[in-house]
């Protein structure tokens, strides 16, 4: 007789001092005896995960179900909270890892070492939708109606498409002023989203939206919701699906919010818990030096997991620091522009699990790494690049191994912000200088400029002699 989902799911809390226990029906999204964060947990022992994870590939003969097309849900035995028959899917997680060996020769690895693991390619074109589809279902076991996330754009478009399609919910979403990029603006919208535009930036916006949902009874879905994070684990699943179940040597992933490392590292202690591979990668969570609260705990102060003993003095002090200096966090790569990363407990275990590093890069640095993946074909959005640039610093300072293997995780769709793409490639220097130059970005070592030509057949064929 099979055991029910639901017993095989609880949710605690991180603090192995606290531990406290919630069954899964329970909204919260933090402890209520610490006020830590929560995990998703599952009894492993009656959960019944696969004996090997070659065993998921026996799974693509089931594709016309909707549940195992999806990249996600393919992987229901490793987040099993909720009867697969009762997930919310929109055919997320289709997403390809790609060997891209033009972006090795710039990031310093050899041919055949660097993969560029494309989860632009979701429906909504970042990564989001991966923890939107778990977070949703979770919403729609306990029958929540509406559905709130502060946002720089990518989590507020992947919660709007998924209430617009399912019709299960109303989205209501928090962004600060011009903060968001207009391609993603322009999804929320699309899709009939409530959106709250709030003079702030986005760490104004997410206290706001935590006291909105406390005080409305609205379901929370930023990645402080430990449902969604299981969702984002399946990223790391595909990757090794797509190496043959081979751990490369390093993921490398941009630092926001720093959900998506914290469910890497998740993602990684469950399989050498369950014995489903023998070591974890090496993870580098790469900052944007305008928001590099991680970096500065983690590489100047030596903040650490420490077993779940973090120095909460040493971030509060440093928090304070940024008050006190009234410094906003600031960057190109708007998707990251974070000062306050509200994983990031969850993010320094996930560090000492995958014995981590942490990076920051300019956006001079992202920009140009962003054309260089860009010119590869598919490209991506400017918080993306910070992956490929980080790799490609760590490389320079021999952290990174030239043979090493190294997967860049890049997180969402080089159309998201198509401002900063044509700034860069722009002809116009007032366009540059407006978009990027008050970035502190000063030059476009890869630009790819559109050749002007009088509307003139001779002119015209001339031209393309030229340049061709
Ligand atoms: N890359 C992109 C494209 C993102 O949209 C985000 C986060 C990140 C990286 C950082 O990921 O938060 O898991 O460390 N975007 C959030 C949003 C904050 O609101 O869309 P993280």
Redesign the pocket.
Known sequence: MSVPLSDVAYQQCISPDCGEQYGVADVRINCGQCGGLLDVRYDWGRARPPEKLGDFQKLWSERHEPARFSGVWRFHDLLPFAPLEQVVTVGEGQTILQQADAVASYVGVRSGGLFLQYEGMNPSG???DNGMTAAFTHARMIGAKRAA????????ASLAMYCAVTRHMKAVIFIGSGKISYGKLSQALDYGALTVQIAGD?DDAMVRVREVARDLGIYLVN?VNPFRLEGQKTIMLRVLEALRWEVPDWIVV????????SAFGKAFAELLELGLIDRAPRLAVINATGANTLYELYENRSLRWNGGRIDQQVSDAYLAELDAAQRKASTLAS??E?NR?VNLTKCLRALDTCDGVVREVTDQEIIDAKAQVGAGGIGC?P??GASVAGARKLVQEGVIDPDARVVCIL??HQL?DPDATVAYHTTDQDRFDRVLGTRGVKRASFANRAVAVPNDLPEIIKAIQLYS
């Open positions: 970042s990564f989001k996330c502060a946002s720089t754009g990518n989590t507020s986005f990645s941009p630092g926001g919010n720093l959900g998506n490392s998707a990251i974070i990363p959005e918080a993306s997180t969402g998201k």
